[in-house]
């Protein structure tokens, strides 16, 4: 008779790492809108961490199995949807992204199509399980992430775009993908990613001046470069101890741009320092560490998939928007999990986290 | 973390299929993300530990702008302390490159609210393309309340605008003395590039000509400067200290108001130029040049078409005429001449029978008159060609050229205002190296006049005459009082304005006082006779000198251009004067024209004079009025005792 679940074994631990990161979220917010028309942000924050708890709460008393039964239709409502911004969505700052709901509620269709490929992908691996994979099942899997990619890259938003590669590549390694498959995938794309760069037709003007701006800051300081180097400037004043919570000169003086989402681990470096920016990657890499135990101690392949999906698409996106802010990586616009401003940001991620629960909690169902 | 190894990992699920991820794979991912982590945390620590220093300076050139505190230039004063130039403030109005995004989306309502046409925008914008982009751009001087109160109700929808207060030069108007004042402008790119601007960037203000240029350095003072702490759009957050501005020093120049003034009146509607001299000192009481110039005019940006006006004014109005205009000095030179010939013992017992010229090497030189028997004593009043002429061939070209050259002759006088000429004087070595040739001794006769290739600058004529009047001390001429300026510069502007200073020559007192018995007998019953000042002791030489051959003149047809140009030298007392004058008039046909001019002059020094010092000396006329009474006579006026030379040291006393 299999154990029914409960709240003694939903992961507290994590769950505080998670929101003492959300605190350090919400005064950094706080301090990077102080002087700016978006003073006020914190609160809202706040806002949206109450919901994605409740949300938490609520999907972590939903079998995950259901959501992997699900999971072909939510797949297609996600391209629907996907195709829905692409219509009649709004455009904010260049970006077709968002579709406005009557109350003045704007989602963010892309955010949530990464929980729905997640489990997708875990749906599709757990039906290879335990047999090799072939070109067909690795080039079916490419399919289903490469057609919301390029639904995404045509809002244009390249940053929430490549958040999906993740996924696929974290499949496709817990899947089973032989080396010298995985040899010919890189090769392929190496040679692919060559041609592209040299053409130089396939990027938007702004995507080509930002990885330009990448490789050479300085070369327009006031343009594309400015991003970077105003975001260098403020991590490298802020010095071991950093200059103090709402002190960062670069971000109370509008230098540092978008401080409280895109750039706010910046804003945070600058006020806090060294020690401060260590002891934040230190909760990320306990939070990870938490995650991929869940992974392991998951009662089944499709939970270590969904739970190793989510640390996949956490991993990729510190390191691309840290990796950005300290000059190792262009400019994407991939928001920081748990400390950037953002409702659709919020919730997937505890959305997945609810997930994560669920499957911890069911570890010993079976 | 876990331990590394669960059995069940491998177990088989109820479908048979593999139920779990390998343990190793989920491994690899852990250290994956330890390697990430940590290759984020030396990032961090290359900005934050090694980079710290740098960047920190980097924040703060970002949040604090220094905003210039400009200084106030010194203000010129006349020898009396009467302001000739002050300063009024002005809001000049900066575009701030770094604060827009899309300049071009802003220029309609830029151009409109300040009344600039886009293409000048564009044309300022593109002079400044090199210079770096925090570096403000000077947009328009001088702006109405009207284009301030436009600014300041445009803060937030053009941040890129920025005023600044500045005081402007102020200075006379109808370009009264603007060639000895100069004007200030922005420093060039040459000036730039010159270590003595070292300290200057691009659209300073800065001394560009006249005393505004040669005493800049004291006279632009230290800007000062305040840091304000500004936002990325340029908005002012707080502010954390001052520098205050060190005004500029204060001059007081040797020109004498009154003096000037009468110079100026003395020129109206002439082209030409009047220099007057204290000749004990070399202090210059007034300088004036005609066309003149408003610099006014440059103080603000310079309309195209004035500067067009004053390039297609075929006389020059930027030109001192005063230390500039190397001419032919005509008859001035015979004082130069009766120096050489005297003090070679030449002249003394020379005697020449003028028959309106004579012939040399077989060439007839004319003289304007049949001045029958000549000798020094009457060559000068009456300028007769012939005599000196004679002398001339009797001297040779190199003893002339060398007493010539000891009176200041084809060097600057060293004057302290910039680009003055320096003339020419010929000789058989200045013939070998700028012609090649030899010398022949035929060219020397129309030098005897003044003429052939000799030429001179108001200024040194002033300086030379003036000199043989004090007795062969002649001095450094200036325009600012030297006390007026700390020693290390006033060597650094000797430095800078070489030439020939102070000097003295050998001049026998006999034969001094026949060179200014003789000039004071030019204004009495010589050739500036007309010009006679009664009650005051005025000598002076004329001089007439052709613009061109006799040959050019017959081509040309005649015309107020080949009018000979009128040279007057005169000064009071006859020895040891007290003020000189020298008067060019170009085109002004005959010397006694410019005598006129220079009597103007002199009149107002010696009325001023009179009326503030009650000092009369001046009008002891050692010529009583005898010589009037027979003018048409050719007698030479003797010499009074009352004026046996005196110490060079004038004596108010001396009624």
């Known amino acids: 008779m299999p154990r029914l679940s409960s709240y003694r074994d939903f992961d507290w631990v994590l769950l505080g790492f998670v929101l003492l990161l959300s605190v350090i979220s919400v005064l950094e917010i706080k301090s990077a809108t102080l002087h700016t028309k978006f003073h006020g942000f914190d609160h809202k924050q706040i806002g949206f961490l109450a919901v994605g708890i409740f949300l938490m709460f609520l999907i972590s008393l939903i079998d995950y199995h259901r959501l992997i039964d699900i999971a072909h239709y939510a797949y297609g409502i996600s391209i629907l949807s996907l195709i829905a911004v692409l219509a009649v969505g709004t455009k904010v700052l260049g970006g077709r992204r968002w579709i406005k709901f009557p109350g003045g509620i704007h989602f963010q269709p892309s955010e949530w199509v990464k929980l729905v490929l997640i489990v997708a992908i875990a749906r599709y691996f757990w039906g290879l399980a335990g047999k090799d994979l072939t070109w067909a099942d690795i080039g079916k899997a490419f399919a289903m992430i490469v057609l919301p990619m390029a639904l995404v890259l045509k809002q244009p938003d390249l940053g929430t775009a490549l958040t999906y590669l993740p996924i696929l590549i974290c499949g496709l390694f817990l899947g089973g993908l032989r080396f010298r498959q995985a040899g010919i995938i890189l090769l392929a794309i190496a040679i692919l990613g060559l041609g592209v760069y040299k053409s130089g037709k396939h990027l938007k003007p702004y995507q080509q001046a930002r990885i330009d701006a990448f490789i050479n800051p300085d070369s327009d300081p006031r343009g594309s470069g400015y991003q970077i180097r105003q975001s260098l400037i403020a991590v490298g004043s802020g010095g071991i101890w950093g200059k103090g919570a709402n002190m960062g000169t670069q971000t109370q003086g509008d230098f540092l741009p978008i401080p409280y989402t895109d750039f706010i681990f910046a804003a945070f470096c600058e006020e806090h320092g060294f020690v401060g920016a260590i002891g934040v990657l230190l909760l990320y890499f306990l939070i990870l560490m938490r995650l991929i135990q869940n992974a392991q101690t998951a009662s089944d392949l499709p939970g270590s998939f969904i739970i190793m999906g989510v640390v996949a698409v956490i991993v990729f996106q510190i390191a691309v928007n840290v990796g950005m802010v300290v000059g190792i990586m262009p400019v994407t616009g991939i928001p920081l999990p748990l400390l950037s401003y953002g409702g659709s940001s919020v919730l997937f991620t505890f959305l997945s986290l609810g997930i994560v629960m669920n499957i911890r909690m069911r570890r010993f169902v079976n | ?655």
């Open chain 2, 1 to 655: 973390m876990e331990a590394a190894h669960h059995p069940e990992l491998h177990d088989l699920g109820p479908t048979g299929k593999v139920e779990k991820v390998t343990a190793g794979k989920l491994h690899a991912v852990q250290y994956l993300v330890a390697l990430i982590l940590a290759v984020l945390i030396t990032g961090l620590w290359r900005l934050e530990v090694v980079g710290a220093d740098n960047f920190r300076a980097l924040a703060e050139a970002n949040r604090i702008r220094k905003v210039p505190i400009l200084a106030p230039r010194g203000r010129l004063f006349d020898r009396e302390g009467r302001l000739l130039v002050d300063n009024y403030p002005s809001v000049t109005c900066y575009l701030l490159r770094e604060q827009v995004k899309d300049l071009e989306a802003d220029l309609p309502l830029i151009s409109k609210g300040l009344d600039i046409p886009i293409e000048q925008i564009h044309a300022t914008i593109r002079r400044y393309q090199l210079a770096p982009k925090y570096e403000p751009i000077p947009l328009k001087q001088d702006i109405t309340p009207d284009e301030q109160a436009f600014i300041a109700a445009h803060r937030d929808e053009l941040p890129e605008l920025e005023t600044l207060d500045e005081q402007r030069r102020l200075y006379p108007r109808d370009g009264f003395a603007a060639h000895l004042i100069g004007y200030v402008g922005e420093v060039s790119e040459q000036m730039l590039d010159d270590p003595r601007y070292a300290f200057y960037s691009p659209g300073d203000v800065v001394g560009r000509s006249g005393v505004e240029q040669t005493y800049d350095a004291l006279l632009r003072g230290t800007d000062g400067s305040r840091d304000i702490i500004v936002n990325s759009h340029g908005k002012e957050l707080g502010h954390l200290g001052q520098t205050l501005a060190i005004p500029g020093k204060d001059l007081k120049l040797t020109i004498d108001l009154d003096v000037q003034m009468a110079a100026e009146k003395a020129l109206e509607g002439k082209i030409g130029a009047i220099v007057a001299m204290d000749p004990h000192t070399g202090e210059i009481l007034a300088m004036a040049s005609r066309p003149t110039f408003d610099p006014n005019q440059f103080a603000v940006r310079l309309t195209k078409s004035y500067w067009n006006e004053i390039l297609n004014n075929p006389d020059h109005p930027l030109l001192n005429k005063t230390i500039q205009a190397q001419l032919a000095p005509g008859s001035t030179f015979k004082i130069i001449m009766s120096v050489a010939g005297l003090q070679e013992n030449v002249a003394q017992t020379m005697h020449v029978q003028c028959n309106g010229g004579a012939t040399f090497y077989g060439h007839f030189y004319a003289c304007d008159k049949h001045h029958g028997a000549v000798d020094i004593n009457n060559a000068i009043p009456y300028s007769c060609d012939t005599f000196y002429y004679t002398l001339a061939n009797r001297l040779g070209i190199d003893t002339i050229a060398k007493y010539a050259t000891s009176l200041g002759f084809s060097q600057k006088t060293g004057i302290d205002l910039p680009d003055e000429a320096s003339g020419t004087m010929p000789s058989t070595v200045w013939k070998l190296k700028t012609q090649h040739a030899p010398w022949y001794a035929g060219e020397t006769i129309s030098v005897g006049i003044g003429q052939g290739a000799v030429t001179a600058t108001p200024i040194q004529l002033a300086r030379a005459l003036s000199g043989v009047a004090s007795g062969g001390v002649l001095r450094r001429p200036h325009v600012v009082f030297p006390d007026e300026v700390p020693p290390e510069q006033l060597q650094a502007i000797h430095e800078t304005f070489p030439g020939s200073g102070e000097a003295t020559i050998p001049l026998t007192s006999e034969n001094w006082e026949t060179i200014t018995d003789a000039m004071a007998a030019v204004t009495t019953t010589g050739t500036a006779a007309p010009a006679h000042l009664e009650g005051i002791d005025f000598a002076g030489k004329t001089g007439t000198a052709q613009v061109m051959s006799h040959d050019a003149l017959a081509r040309a047809g005649g015309g107020h251009k080949t009018d000979p140009n009128a040279w007057f030298v005169g000064m009071a007392p006859r020895r040891n004067p007290d003020i000189v004058v020298a008067v060019l008039w170009e085109h002004g046909n005959w010397g006694n024209n410019s005598a006129k001019l220079a009597a103007q002059v002199i009149d107002a020094y010696v009325n001023k004079q009179r009326k503030r010092d009650n000092n009369l000396r001046i009008a002891i006329t050692p010529e009583p009025a005898e010589p009037q009474t027979a003018p048409s006579t050719q007698s030479i006026p003797s010499t009074p005792s009352a004026t046996k030379p005196q110490p060079s040291t004038p004596t108010p006393s001396a009624e």
